[in-house]
């Protein structure tokens, strides 16, 4: 309630100051000072002073803003008490022409600390108190001891009342302190510190603060040339000084049209309900976010509820930004379930509303597109445990052989060797010689099975001589003739070796079972990082991975090493399987 | 004959050897690792060496590795592989350039006692010994073409001794048949294959081994 009354004082306050700075421009009998961009039209004294109060109220009613616009308004308030210095009264005269200056200093205070009301950095601090001190101090040591010749173009001013001394030399060198050397030097710390804020920004912070941060820079740059040129040339002076009247009415305006933007940004939430609405699942829902809230950054991170993490939309792991970084997440909830979380340029917190709006907007689509990543997150799971419960089996097929080769059957065979050794010695008797013979040979029959054993388990020849050796034993064992040919040099991988080696054998018992073929063909090529296989036949065709469960073994198995597998079998037309495998 | 023996397992290495000797051989040396063989065809300058496929530290192919080095630095030193499993594939890479003063045989076979000296005095001699599983494995495969058909049974089992890398002489002896006799199956043999005729016992076994696996 109170600020509402503050406003309604507020603008009666700005009525009567501007009412009044008017009629005493209107009225001067004297030229006057002219301050930088302050001409003494009643038509800009107006425009600018209600425009900075104006658009200050706006922001002061926003708490966000509030100091910004109390900033604002001062600078209205403080634009008005100038036009004292147009007074024919001695006494208001000569207020006027020390307050003059006021205004700009706590333009300079606004501008820097745009848009929160707070100067951020110690250097933007010493930058202002440095001005206000010029504008203030500085300006009363002037009006001290310049008497009215001694302000440029006030031949016909009223009589300074608060001359202490005239002493032209002195006020001249003071005036040189507070102008050409303190002012530039504050003016120009403030232009490049605007121009550094300008190129750290992100580009929804850009989006924000542009308006008001290019119009203020160039009313800064606009005193800093005033400031130069006017000791020289006055006219010159005079044109700038008009200029920078109209850049000064453009900062107010530069700020409404932020908040306009704003406004916009809230109904572009509108375009988003449109363009979410037309599908269940957007194909593009990060751009579309992304587009809603100007933040080409934005990023979206699905919650998984089975071990509370985040993922994007492809299911891979997305860790949130920690609190008061350069980027921020807010969370999207849908039907009381926390659904996503939204990481975005953390400019964007000064607007929770549009994040909020936006984040509501897209609830529904969220939610359907988290039950998709999930499905991905959890996709990539299965896929991995799949290749490390392969990888896992081979590895104890193979421990397995090697424990039988490097145990039993060196055992056996040493046994068998013992055993001919006896018979040897036994030469004197041929009957205990045939009995040790006849146990040797079952012996042997053992070993003989023991390997076929082994070798099914695990053929050692892979493992130890690579995948050409080893399918050229496959390929001769083949009940169908088979042409081989195999172009890899050197040695794959382990398990790319085993996929294919089982594949050419389960295709080849496949071909001589079902096929009724009258040749085969297996190759296997590398190109690049793919080892492909393929191994064709001239049956009858008609095999089918849904049916035959040796064909869906062999998908399996591919697909568990990230490879490609594909049957080709129309009824008639012989039957292809190729696969290609990443040898990674 | 001197012969060293290069095996990792100690119980084989001195079963080989003592069978060995058994059968007349002299036994110069006992390797457990390849390194250790060549080492020793170095100093002993063997008429065969017999080395394992599988040695440590790897356990796949070192034996292989020594046998090829053996056989460049030492061209006058026969090599017989020996191994738990015999692989056509192996085989015809191991025997690719040169099949002369070479073998490769099952491990098991030592226990054909006979068999086996021959197959040692064969590569010592500077000829070929191919495991009979290897041979009736390549004579047992499917082809395209219908060659093997067109050759007598008879014609079949001297093929098969021409592959393991038996002379003449030595399949005349097997088959009780006079060496006359097997030279015209022999020459029978490459006529009706199409395989060029040689008569150098180890050139013999790479153009059948060739003609075996096309």
């Known amino acids: ?71 604002m308004m001062a600078v209205g308030f403080a634009w008005f008490a100038a036009s004292l210095e147009a007074s024919g009264d001695p006494l208001l005269f000569s207020i006027g022409r020390v307050i003059a200056p006021l205004w700009i200093g706590i333009f300079l205070h606004a501008l820097l600390s745009f848009p929160t009301g707070r100067l951020e950095s110690a250097a933007a601090r010493w930058v202002v108190g440095a001005y206000y001190l010029d504008v203030t101090v500085i300006q009363l040591a002037w009006v001290l001891f310049a008497d009215v010749e001694g302000f440029p ?53 850009r989006r924000a603060l542009a308006p008001v941060l290019t119009s203020g820079g160039i009313c800064v740059l606009i005193l800093l040339v005033t400031i130069l040129v006017e000791p020289f040339s006055p006219a010159t002076g005079r044109v700038v000084g008009w200029l920078g009247g109209v850049a000064f009415t453009a900062v107010p305006l530069a700020f409404l049209t932020g908040l306009l933007l704003r406004r916009l940004d809230r109904s572009s939430v509108g375009d988003l309900v449109v363009e979410l609405g037309e599908t269940a699942a957007p194909p593009d829902l990060r751009g579309a976010l992304s587009r809603a809230l100007h933040d080409p950054s934005l990023q979206i991170a699905y919650w998984l509820a089975h071990n509370d993490s985040y993922v994007d939309s492809d299911g891979r792991p997305i860790v949130l930004p920690p609190a008061g970084g350069a980027s921020a997440s807010t969370m999207v909830e849908h039907g009381g379930r926390r659904v996503a979380a939204v990481v975005h340029d953390a400019s964007l917190l000064q607007d929770p509303g549009l994040i909020r709006a936006v984040c509501a907007a897209a609830g529904l689509a969220l939610a359907n597109a988290r039950l998709q990543a999930e499905l991905r997150a959890r996709l990539d799971d299965l896929r991995e445990s799949r290749t490390r419960i392969v990888e896992a089996g081979q590895a104890e097929r193979r421990r397995l052989e090697r424990d039988l080769h490097d145990g039993a059957q060196q055992r056996l065979l040493s046994v068998a060797l013992g055993l001919r050794l006896v018979e040897v010695r036994l030469a004197g008797h041929p009957a205990e ?37 080893a399918l050229e034993t496959v390929v001769a064992r083949s009940a169908v003739p088979v042409r081989l040919s195999v172009d890899a040099d050197g040695r794959l991988p382990e398990a790319v070796e085993a996929t294919a080696y089982y594949l050419v054998s389960e295709a080849l018992t496949n071909t001589a079972k079902h096929a009724r073929a009258a040749k085969a063909t297996v190759q296997v090529v590398r190109r690049g990082e793919l ?46 399987i190729k696969a290609e495998i990443p040898c990674v | 004959m001197r012969l060293i023996v290069a095996d990792d397992s100690l119980l084989l290495r001195e079963g080989i050897s003592r069978l060995l000797v058994e059968a007349g051989f002299q036994v110069v040396g006992l390797a457990a690792t390849a390194e250790e063989a060549l080492r020793q065809v170095a100093q002993q300058e063997p008429d065969v060496a017999i080395v394992d496929i599988k040695m440590p530290p790897t356990h796949t192919d070192e034996g292989l590795r020594a046998a090829r080095e053996i056989r460049t630095r030492h061209p006058g030193v026969g090599v017989l592989v020996l191994s738990q499993y015999v692989e056509l594939g192996l085989a015809a890479r191991l025997l690719a350039e040169n099949a002369a003063g070479l073998g490769y045989l099952l491990k098991d076979r030592i226990t054909d006692l006979g068999e086996f000296a021959a197959a040692v005095r064969r590569v010592g001699a500077g000829g070929s010994a191919l495991d009979p599983a290897i041979v009736s494995q390549l004579l047992a495969r499917r082809r395209e073409d219908s060659a093997l058909d067109r050759i007598t049974a008879r014609e079949r089992e001297v093929l098969a001794l021409m592959a393991e890398g038996y002379s003449n002489q030595a399949i005349a002896d097997r088959l009780v048949i006079t060496v006359r006799a097997v030279e015209k199956h022999v020459t029978s043999i490459f006529d009706r294959l199409g395989v060029p005729a040689t008569t150098d016992s180890h050139r013999r076994v790479l153009a059948v081994l060739a003609f075996l696996r096309s």
Do not use: K, Y
């Not at chain 1, 038509?43 to 600018?48: D, E, G, K, N, S």
């Not at chain 1, 002012?183 to 510190?193: D, E, I, K, W």
């Not at chain 1, 042997?444 to 050409?468: K, M, N, Q, W, Y």
């Not at chain 1, 095999?543 to 073994?553: E, M």
């Open chain 1, 1 to 71: 309630m109170s600020r509402r009354v503050d406003a309604v004082l507020v603008v009666a306050g700005a009525l009567v100051a501007g009412g009044l700075a008017v009629a005493l421009t209107a009225t001067s009998d004297h030229e006057g000072l002219r301050v930088v961009g302050h001409p003494q039209s009643p038509v800009f004294v107006l425009l600018i002073g209600w425009s900075f109060i104006g658009s200050g109220l706006v922001a002061w009613r926003d708490p966000r803003s509030g100091r910004f616009g109390a900033l």
């Open chain 1, 153 to 205: 173009g006030c031949e016909e001013c009223p009589a300074n009342l608060f001359l202490v001394a005239d002493n032209p030399a002195l006020a001249r060198a003071i005036l040189i302190v507070e102008q050409p050397v303190v002012g530039v030097l504050a003016l120009g710390s403030a232009l490049v510190l605007l121009v550094l804020r300008w190129r750290a920004a992100t580009a929804p912070l």
């Open chain 1, 433 to 469: 010689a045939d009995h040790v013979a006849r146990w040797r040979s079952e012996l042997e029959r053992s070993l003989e099975e023991l390997r076929e054993v082994a070798h099914g388990i695990h053929p050692a020849v892979l493992t130890d001589h690579g995948l050409a050796v």
């Open chain 1, 531 to 576: 080892l492909l296989v393929e191994v064709t036949d001239d049956g009858i065709g008609g095999a089918d991975i849904a049916r035959g469960s040796g064909l869906r073994g062999l998908a399996d198995r591919v697909a568990a090493v990230e490879g490609r597998f594909t049957v080709t079998s129309p009824a008639g037309g012989g039957t292809s």
